[in-house]
């Protein structure tokens, strides 16, 4: 028997078109019928854990030869992504893609560049086991911090079970999730203060949704919530040339041909302070990436002077960055 | 005391024990079963609203995935929630449901990759579809001044058309004629040599094959995400949770029931052997006696002996509460045939007797009687037969439970169900009907919710001035059930009069108030309509449209109050969202007829600067228009002298005139079926046999331009200075088109224009000159006059001729 009344209410909205109900799930406000939204102001995170997390996030011992940290490859002064094109892991060895930045994960999908962890949790694991990056696991982390200082009494104060491998984990994740960039003169905009923005700015952006880069870079994130290949409409890597494996992108996780050179697209909050781009760090410059990303992806050329209103629009998502 | 008591006493707390132990067991978890019935709700409500975010995507009203992502990563969550199934459930139930859920969570895995490709391809379609129009426009503007631009523009035009129909109507025709623009493309592509024009055209190529490559994926991704089966495994959990949940229910009813004669019959046991242990005391018999009478007399259950022809020997104070009667003697005496006094149906206690006769026991025999009052009620009898050491029956005995409101919960769930079923049915039915006919629907709408609730009165209300301060609701439409009539009261309420109201309908999705007037959201009205109307409860839903409040669906009842259940505010807001449909759907109309009557008139603009097959080729989108006809006459008149002419009289004067003369041209114009071109300064320009050819075009312009002397004389005659005509005539191929994106005309181009216009501007005032063309065509019909040879600027000599006049039935050329 048809017992449920949305699955009547499904049938209706089948018949009948959307519109009433789909616009009632967007949020109300100034930003409603803009394709980006505003960061929130506060997200709900447990500042002991996070405090922590903070402590570990630093500590060189989470790599298997005590010389690199989480922040050694992911800067404050640097929108929370690494100063090269590639960074340097155990033993100076080099990694195979850019350190992205560590802000606002709490808003992403997926994480690493080819999307291969849907958790911040399952995250952690996959820079710990890579042997260029940390080139250790968990339990060896668990065992080197239980005879380090005072951590294990730290736990313990924090965590029901104490140290365990789940408790750091937790901790790292809780930092993680409170490194949010809210109130950037974008979002303020969006909220409604039409001064937080000049008028170049403000064309920038008509810009970014006109020439359809919102396609992509959309949501609280402007982007960060879907996968697309690089080089829609253009073959990137021939021009780019010297193709690595790290280029296959997701492909290299499903074997699915339609996956190759297909990445996450990342969030573009704090973009001006990240160069340089992309998962393989080859352009230098934000006017770079916006050049390659318009011929690339969008399949169009643009003027120099666009590009300098984009890049204005997009120097506006710097946030401040809360930490816990 | 003998060691069989001892055995008995403890027989009688393991008993107890177990009974301790047993029946939280069977104690319900109410709690647990409403989380889990709400977790799945949630997953079903989840699974709709990601296909609603989906097609919303897709019709460009989301424009962004946050909501996509969100719901997805929600219903995973929820689904791994529903993997604890409720503590009452038995394993096959428990396994039937996880069997389920499985199903659902590989649709949901399914659909998640899907929604990934879906978004992907969805992006890149995205932009292709919104940049192409700028591209091809764009393009076409570079090759506007090229050659080959007359070959590429039309065919550029021809693709985004193809392309955007294709987008709307991915149907096997619009594909193919899609891919064969672009194959004509890259053929022509092949010819362009200069490379910039080269990688414009491959970008059009690449945009239009990203619309015609994405577009069936999206579509297919789309039909296969929103098709997915997955509200029947929901419908079948939340059906197999209700049967559990029953199951249960009446597990656990039964469990007490059995704890309980078992108890009971333990502590009869109990009791009559320490009776026999005391027979020899009198005052120990006494005390057992008084004992046993206060457990009997305290118990909650009605406890009974009868005899096999139906009166009472015994029964307890709790039975004659239930069935009545005052007192336990009040009942032994007033019911004597407890066939026909106590059970509905007489049946019921032959039934009784019979399961008796043949078990020597009934448990759980459930029927319907009769109290004192005559009010009915459920019991349900656990019985045994007594029987002397001669198996000679002597009574029944037993216990009654009333079971009444068990009873007639199955009855409203059997009936809920059968209204539920009603109501969908009817929803089912309303959706099928036709929404362009407003009214119509509105009643039809208005009437089936008044008949299928019940409900006295249903009415829609309509926002006007939404966010003034003058936004009032309107009544457009109410069903007075009582009447069973349509109506349509003058009910007006102003927002700044009833504030809590308008707050609650922006607010909520639905007001149900069963105490209507001091019900805080609802109480505003309580003088000025609900009190008048004697309105008790009210059901308002507020109708959403577009996005935008636009009006509310109230369900009214009068009398008593009503407590409004879940399935009507079911039906009340799926009604609701029809109006809503409606509402729509009588905007679009309205919306069609508005643009419809805004393309007349521009219509009839275009007809006043545009021959009319000119103007309908243009409406149908043909962006550039240039026909080449073999043969046309063209005519320019100028007005001699117009510069000293226009000197001497003031400027208004001027126009008047020319406006004079130009209106009577075109009225001749008309008459002859010519088509004027325009009109430049003083001059005036007219085609004949364009843009519809015509056989005898030399003979109409030359009759055009012999009347065009004589009205101009006609209407110059007061004038203070005489004003001479000069016309030029010639006859040729021509080019005929539409120029300008902006502002059109439709104009002649070619040698043959060329030359006429130098037949005017080397003519002789007062007359026609005509080029041998024109002679030629025209010999023995008209007159003329040789002007021998003259020398044309640009054209070297030509023999010109002079238009006279039509030739009389007797006279000849005076060639």
């Known amino acids: 028997m048809f017992r449920s009344s949305s699955s009547i209410r499904a049938i209706l909205s089948l018949l009948a078109g959307f519109a009433a109900l789909c616009t009632r799930a967007t949020e109300p406000g100034a930003e409603a019928n803009e394709p980006v939204r505003p960061l929130p102001q506060h997200i709900a995170i447990d500042s002991a854990k996070a405090k922590l997390g903070a402590k570990l996030f630093f500590d060189p011992q989470l790599s298997g030869d005590n010389s690199v940290s989480c922040g050694s490859c992911h800067h404050f002064d640097h929108g929370g992504a690494d100063y090269g094109a590639h960074s340097n892991g155990v033993a100076g060895k080099v990694g195979g893609v850019n350190s992205p930045s560590i802000y606002n994960l709490a808003f992403d999908f997926r994480y690493n560049w080819n999307g291969a962890a849907e958790t911040l949790h399952e995250h952690l694991d996959l820079p710990m086991r890579n042997p260029v990056v940390m080139a250790t696991d968990f339990p060896k982390i668990v065992e080197k911090l239980k005879h380090s200082g005072d951590y294990p009494q730290q736990f313990s104060a924090v965590f029901h079970d104490g140290l365990t491998e789940q408790a750091v984990k937790d901790a790292l994740v809780e930092y993680e999730r409170s490194l949010i960039t809210p109130d950037c003169r974008f979002d303020q905009w969006l909220r409604g203060d039409k001064k937080a923005l000049n008028d170049r700015e403000i064309e920038g ?43 296959f992108g997701r492909f290299n996780l499903t074997n699915d041909e339609r996956d190759r050179f297909v990445f996450r697209v990342p969030s573009l909050r704090n973009v001006a302070m990240t160069a340089p781009y992309f998962h393989d760090g080859s352009a230098a410059t934000l006017p770079d990436a916006v050049r390659i990303m318009a011929s690339y992806q969008l399949g169009r050329s643009i003027s120099e002077e666009e590009i300098s209103r984009i890049v204005a629009f997009l120097s506006t998502l710097t946030g401040e960055l809360r930490q816990p | 005391m003998k060691r069989g008591t001892w055995f008995w006493l403890v027989a009688g707390f393991l008993i107890l024990g177990l009974c301790g132990y047993l029946l939280p067991r069977a104690w319900l978890n109410l709690a647990d079963h409403n989380a889990y019935q709400q977790l799945l709700r949630d997953a079903r409500q989840l699974d709709h609203e990601i296909n609603e975010a989906v097609l919303s995507a897709r019709l460009g009203l989301l424009l962004h995935y946050d909501p996509l992502v969100e719901k997805t990563a929600a219903l995973k969550r929820t689904h791994a929630a529903l993997a604890n199934t409720p503590s009452y459930m038995l394993v096959p139930g428990r396994q039937t449901l996880t069997d389920h859920l499985k199903q659902a969570e590989g649709l949901r895995a399914r659909k998640a990759v899907l929604i990934e490709q879906f978004k992907t391809d969805f992006a890149v379609l995205r932009n292709s579809l919104a940049y192409f129009p700028k591209l091809v426009t764009d393009i076409s503007h570079r090759f506007s001044t090229r050659d080959d631009g007359g070959e590429v523009i039309p065919l550029l035009n021809r693709i985004l058309e193809d392309a955007l129909v294709y987008h709307h109507t991915a149907s096997p025709e619009n594909e193919s004629r899609l891919r064969s623009g672009l194959e004509a493309l890259q053929g022509h592509l092949a010819a362009v040599g200069d490379r910039t024009d080269a990688a414009d055209l491959q970008l059009v190529l690449a945009h239009a094959n990203v619309i015609l490559q994405r577009k069936p994926i999206v579509e297919a991704l789309l039909g296969e995400l929103v098709n997915m089966p997955t509200s029947p495994i929901y419908d079948a959990m939340q059906m197999r949770l209700d049967s559990e949940y029953a199951g249960a229910q009446s597990r656990a009813q039964g469990q007490r029931l059995v704890v309980y004669v078992l ?18 005391s009198d005052r120990a018999l006494r005390v057992a006696e008084k004992k046993f009478r206060s457990i009997f007399e305290k118990a909650g259950e009605g406890i009974f002996q009868t005899t096999p022809d139906g009166q009472y020997l015994e029964a307890n104070p709790a039975l004659a509460r239930f069935y009545g009667y005052g007192s336990v003697s009040e009942l032994i005496q007033q019911i004597t045939d407890i066939r026909g006094q106590l059970y509905v149906d007489p049946k019921r206690r032959d039934a009784f007797r019979r399961q008796l006769e043949k078990d020597g026991h009934v448990f759980s025999f459930e029927s319907e009687i009769r109290r004192k009052d005559g009010s009915i009620a459920w019991i349900s009898e656990n019985a045994h037969a007594v029987r002397d050491s001669a198996s000679k029956l002597l009574y029944y005995e037993g216990i009654v439970a009333d079971i009444t409101q068990r009873k007639n919960a199955d009855y409203d769930r059997e009936r809920r169900n059968q209204r ?80 809590n109201y308008f707050a609650a309908i922006r607010r909520e999705t639905c007001i149900a108030a069963p105490d209507a007037v001091t019900d805080p959201r609802m109480s505003e009205f309580a003088e000025c309509y609900l009190q008048p109307l004697g309105v008790a409860s009210t059901l308002d839903v507020p109708i959403w449209a577009q996005g935008h409040l636009a009006g509310v669906f109230t369900i009214e009842r009068t009398g008593a109050r009503h407590e409004w259940e879940d399935d009507e505010v079911d039906f009340a807001l799926s009604a609701a969202n029809l109006v809503a449909v409606c509402f729509e759907t009588a905007e679009r109309v309205l919306a069609q007829k508005e643009a419809a009557r805004e393309r007349e008139r521009a219509e009839q603009l275009l007809l006043n600067i545009l021959p009319g097959t000119i103007a309908r ?28 002419l226009s000197a001497g009289i003031p400027p208004q004067a001027v126009v008047s005139l020319l406006n004079k003369i130009f209106s009577a041209f075109d009225q001749l114009a008309e008459d002859f079926g010519l088509e004027k071109i325009k009109t430049i300064g003083d001059a005036y320009m007219v085609v004949g046999g364009v843009p519809a050819p015509r056989g005898d075009h030399v003979e109409a312009v030359a009759e055009m331009a012999l009347r065009m002397l004589d009205r101009c004389a006609e209407l110059t005659r007061d004038a203070r200075v005489p004003v001479n005509m000069r016309i030029g005539i010639n006859t040729g191929p021509v080019v005929a088109g539409v120029i300008g ?51 044309i600027k640009g054209r070297g000599q030509q023999t010109v001729f002079l238009l006279k006049g039509p030739c009389t039935e007797t006279a000849t050329t005076t060639v």
């Open chain 2, 741 to 791: 994106i902006k502002k059109f005309i439709y104009d002649l181009w070619g040698d043959t224009v060329n030359l006429a216009s130098r037949m005017e501007s080397h003519g002789v005032s007062g007359h026609i000159q005509v080029t041998t063309a024109v002679y030629e065509r025209l010999r023995g019909k008209y007159t003329f006059v040789d002007r021998g040879l003259i020398d």
């Open chain 1, 205 to 247: 952006y008509h810009l970014f949704k006109s020439l359809g880069c919102t396609s992509c870079h959309q949501g609280v994130n402007i982007g960060g919530n879907l996968f697309q290949k690089f080089g829609v409409m253009g073959d990137y890597f021939t021009d780019r040339g010297n193709i690595t494996k790290a280029d």
């Open chain 2, 420 to 499: 539920e079923l009603l109501h969908q049915r009817c929803l089912l039915g309303l959706a099928q009907f036709d929404k362009t006919d407003f009214k119509k629907a509105l009643c039809e709408i208005l009437d089936t919710t008044a008949y299928t609730l019940g409900v006295n009165r249903v009415t829609a209300w309509r926002l006007f001035d939404a966010g003034t301060p003058e936004e009032s609701i309107k009544a457009i439409g109410t069903f007075d059930l009582d009447r069973r009539e349509h109506r349509s009261d003058e009910y007006h309420f102003h927002s700044r009069d009833f504030p």
């Open chain 2, 617 to 644: 080729r243009l409406q149908a989108g043909e962006g550039l228009i240039a026909d080449s006809f073999a043969e046309a006459t063209v005519l320019f008149a100028d007005i001699v002298n117009f510069t000293e």
């Open chain 2, 263 to 280: 108890s009971m019959l333990m502590l009869i046991g109990v009791f009559s052997l320490i009776i026999r242990q005391f027979t020899h």
